[in-house]
T-cell receptor, first 114, second 113 residues
Framework: NAGVMQNPRHLVRRRGQEARLRCSPM?????VYWYRQLPEEGLKFMVY????????ESGMPKERFSAEFPKEGPSILRIQQVVRGDSAAYFC????????????FGPGTRLTVL | QQQVKQSPQSLIVQKGGISIINCAYE??????FPWYQQFPGKGPALLIA?????SEKKEGRFTISFNKSAKQFSLHIMDSQPGDSATYFC????????????FGTGTRLQVTL
């Protein structure tokens, strides 16, 4: 009965490197959402994906950020050429369907950019 | 128009007291209002949620009060316990193809002995 899994839990990158964050949704869930939480702030929506499709990326920065949810395997949030301002906690949530109210959150990946 | 405003930013309550956190929203299309509890270093966990067709929902010591005309909703924690010390986020979601949650900025609750 595993919940939403995210790895790594902590990630340290130097400026200019790439960060890859992984999210495995709950069993039976095919909808994944990524949120970012800056220190002392609430969660901000980034992107909503179904298997092999990006449904809503209205919260994604236009440059350097991308997300995918392949047919097999976890969802990946990719940040290229990281900058200090990317330091945050990144949370993934999953739901059974787009009309399901409840989103279940993973433990998050805490990204630190040196 | 997507904003959810939450107050207070922080709250200190004595053990056994009532903790009250308030949220206000602007978008009348919102139709689902959950509260999440987050402990340090953990992900948010759903605590309780309400839809606009009811004015109150209670689950154990946690109650949501909803005022549709004022576009406000609040979380009441009765008999607050030290184990309730956490950050609480209200959120809202609107029906439609996008299921994203719009979160408030959070309230850090500390329950003292």
């Amino acid at each position: 009965n595993a919940g939403v899994m995210q790895n790594p839990r902590h990630l340290v990158r130097r400026r200019g490197q790439e960060a890859r964050l992984r999210c495995s949704p709950m069993k039976g869930h095919s909808h994944v959402y990524w949120y970012r939480q800056l220190p002392e702030e609430g969660l901000k929506f980034m992107v909503y994906l179904q298997k092999e499709n990006i449904i809503d990326e209205s919260g994604m920065p236009k440059e350097r950020f991308s997300a995918e949810f392949p047919k097999e395997g976890p969802s990946i949030l990719r940040i290229q050429q990281v900058v200090r301002g990317d330091s945050a906690a990144y949370f993934c949530a999953s739901s059974q369907s787009p009309n399901t109210d409840t989103q279940y959150f993973g433990p998050g990946t805490r990204l630190t950019v040196l | 128009q997507q904003q959810v405003k939450q107050s207070p930013q922080s709250l200190i309550v004595q053990k056994g007291g009532i903790s009250i956190i308030n949220c206000a929203y602007e978008n009348t299309a919102f139709d689902y209002f959950p509260w999440y509890q987050q402990f340090p270093g953990k992900g948010p966990a759903l605590l309780i949620a309400i839809r606009p067709d009811v004015s109150e929902k209670k689950e154990g010591r946690f109650t949501i009060s909803f005022n549709k005309s004022a576009k406000q909703f609040s979380l009441h924690i009765m008999d607050s316990q030290p184990g309730d010390s956490a950050t609480y986020f209200c959120a809202a979601r609107r029906s439609g193809t996008a299921s994203k949650l719009t979160f408030g900025t959070g309230t850090r609750l500390q329950v003292t002995l």
